[in-house]
RNA sequence: GCCGAUGUGGCGGAAUUGGCAGACGCAUCAGACUCAAAAUCUGACGUAGGCGACUAUGUACCGGUUCGAGUCCGGUCAUCGGCACCA
C-alpha cells in the first residue's frame, strides 16, 4: 500500500518548491515568451478578511493563468489594493486611527489569506492606490486633464448624499439612493469638480464593438451611454424676440405637436409668466427645486403649470401654449420639449390631465384613430394631417425631417447622449487630494508636475463637515499656500477625488510599478500590456468598467500608451450565496477558506470553487460538497501511486482513453465551462479506475496526461503526481498536452433502435457500419415490435436508428 | 412599463447544439470490511404500476413544427438582474 494522500505536506512541500524556483518565467529553452496578462478587479482591503466568494474569482483566474502558463506564455498576473474609501474613513472616525493605519493592517490580512490560494500572483508587481508613489501619477492624470480641458469646475445641483456627507456621480445614485449606503439622494448646489466623460461618448460607444466582453455588459454601456439621433427644432415665441430649441427624436410628428413644456429649471421658464400666471409659474418652480430626485421619480401623476404664452409651431404657424412640467429634465437635450400627445405616452399624459388638443399624425393601419384613448407609439405608417407630408411613410420621413428643417431654416439635425459628466470631487478625507490651487488672480492653477505627489496631511478630526467641504478645509497651514504661477497667496482646493480615480488605471502602474519618471515607461507597457482577461464581478459593468475605458482613451490620446481598450476579453463570475442571499459579513451567512484550507487543502478548495456551479452564474454554497472534490483527489492519488511503478505497456483502449480527457478538458476549459471540467476529470478518473482493474495498471503516459491536465486546478497534487510518475522538474513545464482525433475513435458503437422516436433497444454495432447494416441490425433487434407498415428509416451515425411505422 | 437572463430528481447541476433526459457530485438507503465506529469499497436512487427482464409518464405551463423537442417556433406564468419620465 501506498502513503495516503496527505495535502498539508504536499501543498507545504510545492509552495516551498515554488518560491525557490519559479514556474512562472519570462524566457526558456525556446526564447522569449509571449505574455499574458490576466487580471483581476484589485480588493477593497476590508476588516472583514476573504470568504468562499471572494476566492472563486480568484481560482477563475489562476486556473486560466497557469493554463496559459502550460501552453508557455509568461503570465502577467499581479495583486494590489484598492485602498481609498469610506470604510477605511469610517473606521478613523470611530476608532481614531489613521486610516492608512487600519488599511496597511487589512492588507496584511489579506494578502496572508490571498497566498492560500497558491495563486501564480507576482507581489513584485504589487500596487496600493493610497500610496503617494501611486496616487502621485492618479493626480498626474488629472493634471493632465485639467490641461486638456477635460477637468473643469462647474457650480450646479448635484447629487448629494447625506448619509456619507459628499457629492455622488450618475453611476454611483441607483434607484435615487447612495449606491454604497442605500440613503436617498439628495440635490445640493456645490462647486464641483467635473471630468468631461462627454467628450469621450461616442469613441466609448463605438469601441464597444471592439471588445470581447459578455453582451450584457457591453448593452448596459450602449445604454448608459445613451446616444439618440434627432433634431433641434427652434420655435418662436409669440409675440417676443425669444425663442425656444427643443430637441427631439421625432420630428417627423412636428405636426402634431399641441404643446411645448419646459423644465422648471430652464432658463426662459419665468420669464415667460404673464401677470395673470406669474404667481402659480413662480410657485411650481420653487417647488420644483425643492424636490429631491426620488420625489420628482415616484410622482406618478404629472403636475405642470400653464406658462401664459404661446410658441409658434415654424412649420405651420399654429399657437401651442407653454407649460412647465418637471416631467422634463434641464440637463438633457434643451431641457425642453414639443409634445405630441398623440404618440408619445407621457405627452398623451400629460395632455390628458390638462385638456390639451391630441392631433394624431401617423395612421393606424390607413385610418385615424377614433376616440384615442392611448398613444400610437409605433414608428411606422402613412402620415396624416401633416400638410406638405401627408401620405408619406414615417419611418421614411422620420430620416429626412431633420434634413427638411435644417434646410428650412427653423432647426438642425443633431444627436444626443444620456452620459453626463463625471461628478469627480468628494468632499472627504481619505482620497487623493485634488492638485489644485485657487489664486485670486490667476484662477485655478495645477501643482506642478514636479512637485507631485500632493500628499494627504494629517488631521484632528476626519469627520466630513457636511457643509459641502472636506476635512481638508480646516487645515490651515496646508490650505494656505502660494500661487504656482504668480507667487502670492493662494488656497489649495480641498476636496479629493473618487475611489474609481485609483482603479481607473491601476492595472497600468503594476506593469512598472517603481517608475518614477513615467506612469509607464515605454518598454515596460510594450512588453506586458494592456490586459488580455480581466475577470470580476458584473457589478462594475458601468462604473469602473466604464471609467477605465475614459482613463486609457485619454492616455492614449496624450501618447502615454498606444492602446485605446484596456481590456481585451472580460469574464464575469456569478456571485457564491448562502441561505438563498449573497454572501457577506453583515448577513452572518460568511463561509471562511481558512478552515477549509486546513481540513481539505488549497487544491481541494480550488477545485470546489469550481465544481459548485457555471462559473458566470451565482451559486449556492454547499458545506458537504467538497466532500466529493476531496474524496476525487484521493482517488487520483491512489490511482496513480498503485500504479506508477507498473511499468504497464499502452493498450489501444488507454491511448483512447486518454486522447478523449485531453480532447474533453481541453474544449470544456475553453469555452470556460470550468464545472463541467472538473466532473470530467472524476468521470475520466473513474473509466482509468475501471481500466486500470481489467488490464492490470494503467500505462505512465496517460496517468502523466492526467497530471498535467490537473496543474492548473490543482497545482500542488500535480506537481507531487508528475514527480512521483518519474519526470525532472515542474509540472508547468511539460507543455499542455495534444490530443489525436483518430485514436479517438471507437470500434464499436452503442446505439439506440427508436420506433416513431421511442427507444425499444440498445444495441452495439461496428463503428463502420453503413446505413443499411446498422438498420437491419436495427431492425432484428426489435423484430417483434414492428407490427405495422415501415414508412421511413433513419440512421444518424453512431446514434440511432428509428422506424418509423404506421 | 421596457430590455435581458433563468426555470431539468430531495439538492448543485450535465446533455457533443434536434438524436438513449438526469452525466458528475452531494444527500439518502442497502451490502462488504470492522469487536465497533470512522474511512474505504460495492450496489440502489425522477414518478406511477408490476415479483419480474418491463410498461406508462416526465425537463415551469398551453399549443405548434418534426420520424424524433430540455433544445426550434408562438403564447402564458414565475424568479432574478439591468434600465426606468433621456422626449
Known sequence: MAAPYNHKA????????????????????????EKYYCLDMFPYPSGSGLHVGHWRGYVISDVWSRYKLLQKYYIVHPMGWDAFGLPAENYAIKMGVHPAVSTAENIKNFKKQIDEISALYDWDMEVNTTDPDFYKWTQWIFVKMFKEGLAYEKEFPINWCPSCKTGLANEEVVNGKCERCGTEVTKKNLRQWMLRITKY???????????????????????????????????????TDEKITVYTTRPDTLYGATFMVLAPEHALAAKLATDETREAVEKYIYDSSMKSNVDRLQDKEKTGVFTGSYAVNPLNGAKTPIWLSDYVLADYGTGAIMCVPAHDERDFEFASKFNIPIVQVIAKDGVEIENMTEAYTEASGTMINSGEWNGMESSVLKKEAPHIIEEKGFGRATVNFKLRDWVFSRQRYWGEPIPIVHCPDCGAVPVPENELPLTLP??????????????????????????????????????????????????????????????????????????????????????????????????????????????????????????GIKMSKSKGNVVSPDDLVRDYGCDSLRMYELFVGPPELDAEWDDRGIDGVYRFLNRVWNLVMDNKDKDIEATKEMIKIRNKM??????????????????????????????????????????????????????????????????????????????????????????????NGKTRAVITIPADSSKEEAIAAGKEAIADKLTGTIVKEIYVPGRIVNIVQK
Open 662 to 755: 485531453v480532447y474533453d478538458i481541453t474544449t470544456r476549459l475553453e469555452s470556460f465551462s470550468l464545472n463541467t471540467v472538473i466532473s470530467g476529470f472524476m468521470e475520466y478518473n473513474n473509466k482509468l479506475i475501471d481500466l486500470a482493474k481489467k488490464s492490470g495498471g494503467i500505462d505512465n503516459e496517460t496517468l502523466s496526461t492526467l497530471a498535467v491536465l490537473l496543474a492548473p486546478f490543482a497545482p500542488h497534487i500535480a506537481e507531487e503526481l508528475w514527480q512521483q510518475l518519474g519526470h525532472e522538474g515542474t509540472v508547468f513545464n511539460a507543455g499542455w498536452p495534444a490530443y489525436d482525433k483518430e485514436k479517438m475513435k471507437d470500434d464499436e458503437k452503442e446505439i439506440a433502435v427508436q420506433i
Open 458 to 579: 494629517e488631521v484632528d478630526s476626519y469627520e466630513p463637515t457636511g457643509t459641502g467641504e472636506s476635512p481638508l478645509a480646516g487645515i490651515e497651514s496646508w490650505v494656505n499656500t502660494t500661487c504656482p504661477v504668480c507667487g502670492k497667496p493662494a488656497k489649495r482646493e480641498t476636496n479629493t477625488m473618487p475611489q474609481w480615480a485609483g482603479s481607473s488605471w491601476y492595472f497600468l502602474r503594476y506593469v512598472d510599478n517603481g517608475n518614477s519618471e513615467a506612469l509607464v515607461s515605454k518598454e515596460k507597457a510594450d512588453e506586458m500590456l494592456p490586459v488580455d482577461m480581466y475577470i470580476g464581478g458584473v457589478e462594475h459593468a458601468v462604473l469602473h468598467l466604464l471609467y477605465s475605458r475614459f482613463y486609457t482613451k485619454f492616455l492614449y490620446d496624450i501618447g502615454a500608451v498606444d492602446f485605446e481598450e484596456p481590456f481585451k476579453k472580460l469574464f464575469n463570475q456569478g456571485m457564491i450565496g448562502k441561505n
Open 10 to 33: 504536499i501543498e507545504k512541500k510545492w509552495r516551498e518548491n515554488w518560491e525557490k524556483n519559479p514556474v512562472n518565467v519570462k524566457s526558456d529553452e525556446n526564447g522569449k515568451r
Open 201 to 239: 461618448a461616442d469613441r466609448l460607444l463605438n469601441d464597444l464593438d471592439k471588445l470581447d466582453w459578455p453582451e450584457k455588459v457591453k448593452k448596459m454601456q450602449a445604454e448608459w451611454i445613451g446616444k439618440s439621433y434627432g433634431a433641434e427644432v427652434d420655435f418662436p415665441v409669440d409675440g
